[in-house]
């Protein structure tokens, strides 16, 4: 099972997205056989037992899931219109992984983040004590940030994440939003960075490990020497997060 739902993902992105995986026809999508083997997959998760995998295919496996969750149930989405019911979505019980049921926060919070309240909560999603969060990857990695896909025109571009190759996915994805969404501006005194920036800088190390993260994955040598020049006299400014669905 674990090499058959990022091959169900595959089917989904070749089928119905562009050519980036930026854009979806979710109207067709919902009637689709691909949505169809999709949900089964999910559904043979309920016996799945994690702890054979290690630690980069368990993060691999968890985003996986999350974005194969969100492409599963997007036609909730269609009808939002209010970012509170965008955020409903991703806030109810929705997948059954082994023996316990997931929200789509309880994935991306609570075993990808370490357990650490979601913006604007000021409580972890799960308690102390919760026999889910033994699933959690030991390890944090930063770029999962850039791997969740989350179907709104902010989203990171869907990917499928492999077992075997972990990182270099998570650093491609990484760059490519930062080489999409970040400007930088007043001969490098600004940086205008995508929202998830904000929302997560304790992740980044603040502002200071924002703008290290950020420059370190410019690729245009003269734009990073600007801002080098600024001693970390840097500001940072951060764009509005569009939750409008990315409808192909």
Not at 150 to 160: D, K, M
Not at 171 to 189: F, L, M, N, P, S
Not at 209 to 227: K, S
């Amino acid at each position: 099972m674990d090499e058959q739902l990022p091959e169900a993902l595959e089917a989904v992105k070749a089928a119905h997205f562009d050519a980036g995986g930026k854009a979806c026809d979710y109207a067709a999508l919902a009637v689709s056989p691909e949505r169809a083997r999709l949900a089964e997959r999910l559904a043979g998760l309920e016996g799945y037992n994690l702890a054979r995998e290690r630690v980069p295919a368990q993060m691999a496996f968890w985003i996986n899931v999350f974005n194969a969750g969100v492409l599963r149930d997007a036609h909730e989405l269609v009808g939002a219109n209010k970012v509170r019911e965008v955020q409903a979505f991703f806030e109810r019980p929705r997948l059954r992984i082994g023996p316990h049921d997931y929200s789509l926060d309880d994935i991306e919070h609570g075993l990808l983040r370490g357990n650490v309240a979601k913006p604007g909560r000021s409580r972890p999603p799960m308690e102390r004590g919760d026999p889910r969060l033994e699933s959690m990857p030991i390890v944090f990695d930063e770029r999962i940030h850039f791997a969740l896909y989350s179907a709104c025109r902010s989203s990171p571009a869907l990917r499928v994440y492999g077992y075997g190759w972990l990182d270099r996915q998570l650093e491609e994805a990484t760059a490519a939003y930062i080489r999409d969404g970040v400007r930088v501006e007043k001969q490098g005194a600004l940086i205008v960075a995508p929202r998830l920036f904000q929302w997560f800088a304790q992740d980044f190390g603040g502002d200071s490990g924002i703008v290290e993260f950020v420059v370190a994955r410019i690729e245009d040598e003269a734009v990073v020497e600007m801002v080098d020049k600024r001693l970390g006299r840097v500001k940072l400014q951060y764009a509005e997060f569009d939750w409008a669905l990315n409808r192909k």
